[in-house]
């Protein structure tokens, strides 16, 4: 698990969201409708929206289909428990999230586009004290030591 802070659109948090919990379910016009979010609540992992205005739309399975608007945050807890993100309101739809997140969330996060690969790479690295492989180029004192001839027949 690695913790995260970084900023986000409300838009990418709500495709990470469905990614990780509906995405085999969810009915098309939600999945493209930007003010539908799923919310869940139990034992099995949670999601809560908090907005100004919401309203229920539809339950299928354990997902709650909301409509929300001006939503100012959201507290997702995976089913295993290993992922725990908030994402918070900073201005209009652009907020910040923080929490714990397991390498599968992490894989999420990079479907809905909100974090790329090499993101991942950096942060994961970062977290583990290990520089990411484009800055592993040896240091002058290793790049004078001399190398085997790999060559020879």
């Not at 992922?83 to 910040?96: A, D, E, P, V």
């Not at 991942?120 to 190398?147: C, F, H, K, M, N």
């Amino acid at each position: 698990m690695v913790e995260l802070d970084l900023t986000c659109n409300l838009e990418g948090f709500r495709r990470f969201l469905i990614n990780s919990t509906c995405r085999s379910y969810i009915p098309e016009s939600y999945f493209r409708d930007p003010e539908v979010f799923p919310e869940k609540e139990g034992d099995q992992g949670s999601i809560y929206v908090e907005a100004v205005d919401k309203v229920d739309l539809k339950s299928i399975r354990d997902i709650k289909f909301i409509n929300a608007r001006d939503v100012l945050g959201i507290i997702y807890t995976s089913k295993s428990g290993n992922t725990r993100l908030k994402w918070r309101q900073l201005r209009g739809r652009i907020g910040r999230i923080s929490g714990e997140a397991s390498g599968n969330s992490l894989g999420n996060l990079v479907m809905a586009r909100v974090l790329s690969p090499d993101d991942v790479e950096a942060i994961v690295g970062d977290q583990q004290g290990v520089r990411p492989a484009e800055q592993l180029d040896p240091t002058p004192e290793e790049a004078s030591e001399p190398q085997p001839d790999l060559t020879q027949e």
